[in-house]
Each structure stands twice: as C-alpha cells, then as structure tokens.
C-alpha cells in the first residue's frame, strides 16, 4: 500500500546548509511528502517563487517576517501580488506574525506590518501561516479584529492547551513541528494529545527544531514523519492516521494544493 501523502506546512528547505535543496526535496517527493515553503523578506519571496517553479512538489507562502518588517514596504506588498497573480503554487501569506522573544523595541511596527499582511491576505483570499512568538495575546488579538476572511495557522505552535483552544475557537490550525518530540516539551505534547484532530498540521521548520532522534544536527523536511509519529504516539493512534488526518486539513485550507 502506498504511504499516504504528508504535507509540510512550513519548511525552509532552501536554507538548509548541509544537504543541497535538490536531495532534501527529492527525498521528501520519494517518501509522498509535499513541501510548503515561507518567505521572510522582500528577497526571499523572489527565491519561494523560483523554487515552486522547480520542484513540483513544492508550493510557497510569500510575506515578512516579524524580525523584517523594517524592509518592509508598499513595493512589497505589489510585488507579493505580482507573484501570486502569476504563480498558482504561491497558496498562502507566510510567514508573518509578532515576535517578542528577540527584540521589543519595534513592536509597533511589527503589529502595524502584520495588520497590513492580514488585509492583504484577505484581499487576495489566501490562508495566513502566522509566526507567535511570546506575543500570544497580541496575535488573537489583532487576528479577531482584522482577519476577516483568510483561514488562519498558527505556525511550530509553542502556546499552552488553553491557548491552542482560544485558536480553535477562532477557527485557527494549529500547526505542530518537531518540538513535540523533544522530552520536556510538555506543554507541546499535552496540546498534541488534547485537540481536535481536525486542527492538526503539520511541519518542521527546518533547518531549525530537529525532532528526536536526530538532535544536535541540521533539520530537514522528510523529518516531518517523526512529527507525525510522535503525535501518533501520544494519541495512540497509528501514524497513517495522523498523516492521512492532517493532509486532509491542509487540502481544505489550501485548495488549490494538487498532486
Ligand atoms: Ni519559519
């Protein structure tokens, strides 16, 4: 029997250091593993926009990230819609979101970017792939107020069960990386086991978060398995039924998405 499909809903394969991106994502096309690549910056929309172009089971999100947003301007945002109104694989405004663990000093604008970023996606009718970092409050906040129409992800999601409900309230995915197989990741694993497995996503995150048991190396994509596994593990479920579940989550917000 066939593997079944795994989305990677956040994956930075192209800054990867120690695999060429070619091997990683041929990898993950061999193991059925779709890639969804996000953008930070004004350039690296450009280089998400080329790499769909390149593989066929990669697809993109063009947006700035949080600790970018001083870049960021209106030229960004035509240039984002150029990119989408010419690429069918560009499915979603990532990543974008606030960021209060690295620097404080320009909240304001982070919020005022983000919001701009939210009315774009609406504007364009595509899903958000949203980076919290310590600024959980904040980004239900602003997502109430603003988000009118855009499905929204809550990305490598690091909140407590009572927050991940708050979300799913709200009508927000939350996407699960490889933080849920580290061993004092508790808050992670009790949010793996508790919500509705119709919130579920997965992701990596790469190169970034290596999941167990390859700590202490360079993340890929094709580790999203173990992402599914753990999960699986804790809800003692098989791990095809995880996968199957969150492919089937990501098809629905991403509908456009084929293979
Ligand atoms: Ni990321």
Same mark, same amino acid.
């Not at 209106?74 to 150029?82: I, N």
């Given at each position: 029997?066939?593997k079944p499909?795994?989305?990677?809903t956040h994956?930075?394969?192209?800054?990867l250091k120690n695999?060429p991106?070619?091997?990683?994502v041929?990898?993950?096309?061999n193991?059925?593993?779709i890639?969804?690549?996000?953008s930070?910056?004004?350039?690296s929309?450009?280089?998400v926009?080329?790499?769909t172009?390149?593989f066929?089971n990669?697809y993109?999100?063009?947006?700035?990230f949080?600790?970018e947003?001083?870049?960021f301007s209106?030229?960004?945002?035509?240039?984002?819609? =150029?990119i989408i109104?010419?690429?069918?694989?560009i499915?979603?405004?990532?990543?974008?979101?606030?960021?209060?663990?690295?620097?404080?000093s320009?909240?304001?604008?982070?919020?005022e970017?983000?919001?701009?970023?939210i009315?774009?996606a609406?504007?364009?009718?595509?899903?958000?792939?949203?980076?919290?970092?310590?600024?959980?409050?904040?980004?239900l906040?602003?997502?109430k107020?603003y988000?009118k129409n855009?499905?929204?992800?809550?990305h490598?999601?690091?909140g407590s069960?009572?927050f991940?409900?708050?979300?799913?309230?709200?009508?927000?995915?939350i996407?699960?990386?490889?933080?849920?197989?580290f061993?004092?990741?508790?808050?992670?694993k009790e949010v793996a086991?508790?919500?509705?497995l119709?919130y579920?996503?997965?992701?990596?995150?790469?190169?970034?978060? =290596?999941?167990v048991?390859?700590?202490?190396?360079?993340n890929q994509?094709?580790y999203?398995?173990?992402?599914?596994?753990?999960i699986?593990?804790?809800?003692?479920i098989?791990t095809?039924?995880?996968?199957s579940?969150? =492919?089937?989550?990501a098809l629905?917000?991403?509908n456009t998405l084929?293979?």
């Open positions: 029997m066939n499909y795994i989305i990677n994956s930075h394969v192209n800054m695999l991106v070619e091997q990683a041929k990898t993950c096309s193991e059925n593993i890639i969804i690549i996000p930070y910056n004004n350039k929309i450009f280089e926009d080329e790499l172009k390149q066929d990669v993109g999100y063009v947006g700035v949080p600790e947003v001083k870049e209106d030229k960004t945002l035509s240039d984002m819609e =150029t109104k010419n690429n069918k694989k499915i979603g405004i990532g990543e974008v979101g606030l960021d209060y663990y690295w620097d404080k320009f909240v304001d604008l982070q919020k970017v983000f919001i701009k970023q009315e774009f609406n504007e364009m009718n595509l899903p958000l792939n949203i980076h919290c970092r310590e600024a959980f409050d904040d980004t906040e602003i997502l107020q988000n855009s499905v929204a992800i809550m490598c999601f690091s069960i009572e991940a409900k708050e979300c799913i309230k709200q009508g927000i995915y996407a699960l990386g490889g933080v849920v197989t061993k004092n990741a508790v808050k992670v086991s508790e919500i509705p119709e579920l996503l997965l992701e990596t995150d790469d190169p970034y978060l =290596t999941p048991p390859h700590r202490g190396t360079e994509p094709s999203v398995k173990l992402v599914a596994q753990e699986a593990q804790i809800r003692g098989s095809d039924e995880v996968a579940a969150a =492919t089937k989550n629905k917000i991403f084929t293979f």
